[in-house]
């Protein structure tokens, strides 16, 4: 089992509140990465990030932001939520030049 | 565009039976992995085959790599039910300069 852990596990909030996401991992992997996927879906990147103070967006148009101000911490934050954002969010670390990733558990979130 | 096409999407098959899922991609690749997925949980990486690589075995586990066809394929032999699960290839491209690209995976159940 890796250690990288996510947070909540389930949330359920209303239209236009705020949320943060987080994530923290204790390999010490400098690759964090943060991917949104519908059940039983593909994943798409939405940001990553390659070590501190470093960040990229992905592949999916996304309204969140991230920052990475330690190793280990990589969150995520939706300014304004809204029913579209209804998803599951994998958080996912990686190490070496194999790049493979390690994955959370995932936050099932739902916005009413 | 996606670069991993896993075949076929879902598979339905008898447990103690061999499951084969292929994967198929555009572009010359550093590395190919091959993910699993439990419902509503992250993703376990499963096995990594490196382009210079033709077969790799790892348990009930056998992954071929035809890099002249762009295709891989993942055999898990004498199939449980606990092997029901989504399973992904996923390509590095880059020599880990840039995320893995997840292909849509592929659906497989096991009936007991």
């Known amino acids: 089992e890796a250690d990288i852990y996510q947070t909540p596990r389930y949330l359920v909030i209303g239209t236009g509140k705020k949320i943060t996401l987080e994530c923290s991992q204790t390999m010490g992997h400098d690759k964090m990465y943060w991917y949104q996927q519908d059940p039983g879906m593909e994943l798409h990147l939405i940001h990553y990030s390659y070590g501190v103070n470093s960040t990229e967006k992905g592949d999916l148009s996304s309204e969140s932001t991230v920052s990475r101000i330690r190793t280990e911490h990589f969150p995520l934050t939706l300014e304004s939520a809204r029913p579209s954002h209804t998803s599951q969010y994998l958080c996912?670390?990686?190490?070496?030049?194999?790049?493979?990733?390690?994955f959370g558990p995932g936050t099932r979130l739902t916005v009413l | 565009s996606q670069q991993g096409e896993e075949d076929p999407q879902a598979l339905s098959i008898q447990e103690g039976e061999n499951a084969t899922m292929n994967c198929s991609y555009k572009?010359?690749?550093?590395?190919l992995q091959w993910y699993r997925q439990n419902s509503g949980r992250g993703l376990v990486h499963l096995i990594l085959i490196r382009s210079n690589e033709r077969e790799k075995h790892s348990g009930r586990l056998r992954v071929t790599l035809d890099t002249s066809k762009k295709s891989s394929s993942l055999l898990i032999t004498a199939s449980r039910a606990a092997d029901t699960a989504s399973y992904f290839c996923a390509t590095d491209v880059n020599s880990g300069n840039t995320p893995l690209v997840f292909g849509k995976g592929t659906r497989l159940s096991v009936i007991a």
């Open positions: 996912a670390s990686g190490k070496g030049g194999y790049n493979e990733q390690f």
């Open positions: 572009t010359s690749i550093n590395n």
